[in-house]
């Protein structure tokens, strides 16, 4: 049982490429979400999925896209880098929609390492 | 919105004292609260949650009390030991839109001293 699973854990672009950040996990969970992490700022959620096929804006969406074509699956796109983009990325997913479950627990990645130059 | 505050941003306790960090919000909406534990290098991880029908909860070290009146909730730990050390988040559960989101605080560095 691998839990939550994200590639690569680090990747360094230049100004105006594009990338995709994978995440799988195994557990059927269906809430799934990407957030950023920078210094002194906690974690910011970018998207969620609250199950495959349906997809959200979180607090600091742009500049990223995401799609849910399986439940295991939920890639986030960057399309055009930028320097403000570097940061720590961490895909979580949860049992089932936050709303609905008695715990909230997430479940994180070991998180992705992204430098734009 | 929900504005979410820890403090302090570091503390530094010796080895076998123990520690408090508190977590404050301001939407009296919140119903679920949690802390997470950050090591380096990893994603964060649940350590304990309280819900907002409940005052404490403790897990052999570690203790989560909540004041809904005073909107705050305190993540303590006693007998302090190294592997203590870490960043710690709070992240209380709050209605956004038609859903639930957890909005986290900006985090607190335990250092435990040998």
């Known amino acids: 049982n691998a839990g939550v699973t994200q590639t690569p854990k680090f990747q360094v672009l230049k100004t105006g490429q594009s990338m995709t950040l994978q995440c799988a996990q195994d557990m059927n969970h269906e809430y799934m979400s990407w957030y950023r992490q920078d210094p002194g700022m906690g974690l910011r959620l970018i998207h969620y999925?609250?199950?495959?096929?349906?997809?959200d804006q979180g607090e600091v969406p742009n500049g990223y896209n995401v799609s849910r074509s399986t439940t295991e699956d939920f890639p986030l796109r960057l399309l055009s880098a930028a320097p403000s983009q570097t940061s720590v990325y961490f895909c979580a997913s949860s049992y089932s929609l936050l709303a609905k479950a008695r715990t909230g627990e997430l479940f994180f990645g070991e998180g992705s390492r992204l430098t734009v130059l | 919105g929900e504005n979410v505050e820890q403090h302090p941003s570091t503390l530094s306790v010796q080895e076998g004292d123990s520690a408090v960090i508190k977590c404050t919000y301001s939407d009296s909406a919140s119903n679920y609260f949690p802390w997470y534990k950050q090591e380096l290098g990893k994603g964060p991880q649940l350590i304990i949650d309280i819900r907002s029908n409940v005052g404490e909860k403790k897990d052999q070290r570690i203790a989560v009390t909540l004041n809904k009146t005073a909107k705050h909730f305190s993540l303590h730990i006693t007998e302090t030991q190294p592997e203590d050390s870490a960043v710690y988040f709070c992240?209380?559960?709050?209605?956004?839109?038609?859903?639930?989101?957890?909005?986290w605080g900006a985090g607190t560095k335990l250092i435990i001293k040998p």
């Open positions: 999925s609250v199950g495959a096929g349906i997809t």
């Open positions: 992240a209380p559960r709050t209605p956004r839109d038609s859903n639930y989101q957890l909005i």
